[in-house]
């Protein structure tokens, strides 16, 4: 409730009368009013204004429903606090798998620094036929196997099975022996392939006859291998071993003029 107090009136209390002075008729007339403090309607009131409030609207105690406020919000806090275990101990194993990534990075980083691992490279040093009348063939086989590794060594078993092609077709077979390969070191190593009882193409039986005609063979060698490093050893690997090549020859001074082995690590 509002009561409007009017410019030039006088109101000793709320409710009271209001006793507005009397005109003098002697007195002169008023000047023109001043443009400036003419009042306009889009310009804001200066009216005043006094409020009354009822007495039983003012609150010495909360209202009864900011009790209810009050206890839920400390129900949520509560419940908050149930829960803060589990994220907590998410948290920490968040934490734990972050160091041990780290830790296991710096640990590959320095193993590769130290041991540096290599792939083994194999080459043909030469390939000879024994026996080049008989009904199978044997082609003797010396190969060099290095080991790039700085710290790694290498344990090559034996029965690994060998591959010899000739545009496609196998023409023998056979196993490579055992072998300890060290770090940083070249061996010799030596097999033989039978030749399979079949009609080998032209090209091949010309070769078995003496002929000194190049040839593109195709060497292929799976062989189960496993590697030492810092006194831990790595089992359960294979590698695979292809030598593309050509022969002049097979019987009489055979020579191999080019190659291109590949070298690949299988699980």
Same mark, same amino acid.
């Given at each position: 409730?509002?009561?409007?107090?009017?410019?030039?009136?006088?109101?000793?209390?709320?409710?009271?009368?209001?006793?507005?002075?009397?005109?003098?008729?002697?007195?002169?007339?008023?000047?023109?009013?001043?443009?400036?403090?003419?009042?306009?309607?889009?310009?804001?009131?200066?009216?005043?204004? @006094?409020?009354?409030?009822?007495?039983?609207?003012?609150?010495?105690?909360?209202?009864?429903?900011?009790?209810?406020? *009050?206890?839920?919000?400390?129900?949520?806090?509560?419940?908050?606090?149930?829960?803060?275990?589990?994220?907590?101990?998410?948290?920490?194993?968040?934490?734990?798998?972050? *160091?041990?990534?780290?830790?296991?990075?710096?640990?590959?980083?320095?193993?590769? @620094?130290?041991?540096?691992?290599?792939?083994?490279?194999?080459?043909?040093?030469? *390939?000879?036929?024994? #026996?080049?009348?008989?009904?199978?063939?044997?082609?003797?086989?010396?190969?060099?196997?290095?080991?790039?590794?700085?710290?790694?060594?290498?344990?090559?078993?034996?029965?690994?099975?060998?591959?010899?092609?000739? #545009?496609?077709? #196998?023409?023998?077979?056979?196993?490579?022996?055992?072998?300890?390969?060290?770090?940083?070191?070249?061996?010799?190593?030596?097999?033989?392939?039978?030749?399979?009882?079949?009609?080998?193409?032209?090209?091949?039986?010309?070769?078995?006859?003496?002929?000194?005609?190049?040839?593109?063979?195709?060497?292929?060698?799976?062989?189960?291998?496993?590697?030492?490093?810092?006194?831990?050893? *790595?089992?359960?690997?294979? @590698?695979?071993? #292809?030598?593309?090549?050509?022969?002049?020859?097979?019987?009489?001074?055979?020579?191999?003029?080019?190659?291109?082995?590949?070298?690949?690590?299988?699980?």
């Amino acid at each position: 409730m509002a009561d409007r107090v009017l410019p030039g009136s006088y109101s000793t209390a709320f409710g009271s009368p209001f006793v507005h002075p009397t005109s003098d008729t002697n007195k002169e007339p008023d000047p023109e009013p001043d443009p400036n403090t003419i009042r306009h309607p889009w310009l804001p009131s200066t009216e005043t204004y @006094i409020v009354q409030v009822a007495k039983d609207q003012i609150y010495r105690v909360p209202p009864p429903e900011n009790a209810y406020l *009050v206890e839920r919000y400390r129900n949520q806090v509560t419940d908050r606090t149930k829960r803060s275990p589990v994220l907590v101990c998410l948290g920490w194993l968040c934490v734990s798998l972050l *160091v041990l990534l780290v830790l296991f990075s710096i640990v590959s980083v320095i193993f590769f @620094i130290i041991v540096r691992p290599g792939e083994p490279q194999f080459t043909v040093d030469q *390939v000879h036929v024994k #026996n080049s009348t008989a009904m199978s063939p044997e082609y003797d086989f010396i190969m060099s196997l290095s080991n790039p590794s700085k710290s790694m060594s290498y344990s090559f078993e034996k029965d690994g099975a060998a591959f010899l092609s000739y #545009n496609g077709v #196998n023409i023998a077979i056979g196993q490579t022996p055992e072998l300890e390969q060290d770090s940083k070191s070249t061996s010799k190593i030596n097999f033989v392939l039978h030749g399979l009882k079949i009609v080998v193409p032209k090209h091949i039986a010309k070769a078995l006859k003496g002929s000194n005609d190049d040839l593109e063979l195709e060497l292929e060698l799976e062989i189960r291998v496993s590697a030492k490093a810092w006194g831990l050893d *790595v089992d359960g690997m294979h @590698i695979a071993v #292809n030598c593309d090549m050509t022969s002049q020859g097979l019987v009489k001074e055979p020579r191999i003029k080019t190659q291109s082995c590949k070298t690949r690590f299988r699980s």
